[in-house]
């Protein structure tokens, strides 16, 4: 059985949407695993996200080109999940809940509370951007 095939079904095993790299090291080297999670995108079973990060697909009902099975959103959410980092409400999903303003924000911006978050998440033009709690000191000279 080749090792694309025994992705396959791993996948089809799991219940989640979103897949880590590190979900895959026990079938093989680094070089194999990449190879094979290469084929599986090229072939629309899965897409990439990120680097390391990877979502269950299916066809676009218009172009017939591989899409994520959920929004962008939902799914950055997740792999953050899986990585450890808690997620929190942005500031303007919170003024729009609370009835402050009635405008949202037009990109995915997700909120990490304290942590610093470098990693780039997306698909297509669709990217997420970070932002959180921490407060940036005013430099007097």
């Known amino acids: ?18 897949f880590l790299r590190t979900d895959f090291a026990r079938f093989g080297s680094e070089a194999q695993v990449s190879r094979a999670l290469r084929k599986l995108v090229e072939t629309g079973v899965i897409v990439k996200l990120g680097v390391g990060v990877y979502a269950r697909a299916k066809r676009s009902a218009l172009s017939g080109v591989p899409i994520p ?7 950055a959410e997740k792999a953050l999940a899986r ?4 997620v929190y409400p942005s500031r303007q999903v919170e003024l729009y809940n609370s009835g402050r303003t009635t405008q949202l924000p037009a990109g995915v911006v997700i ?6 978050i ?19 000191t005013e430099r007097t000279y």
């Open 1 to 18: 059985m080749y090792l694309e095939d025994r992705l396959k079904i791993s996948i089809a095993k799991q219940a989640s949407d979103v």
């Open 69 to 75: 099975v959920q929004p962008v959103e939902i799914l």
């Open 83 to 86: 990585m450890g980092v808690k």
């Open 111 to 116: 909120n990490t509370g304290r942590r610093r």
């Open 118 to 136: 470098g990693r780039k998440l997306g698909f297509g033009k669709k990217t997420v951007q970070y932002e959180n709690h921490l407060r940036r």
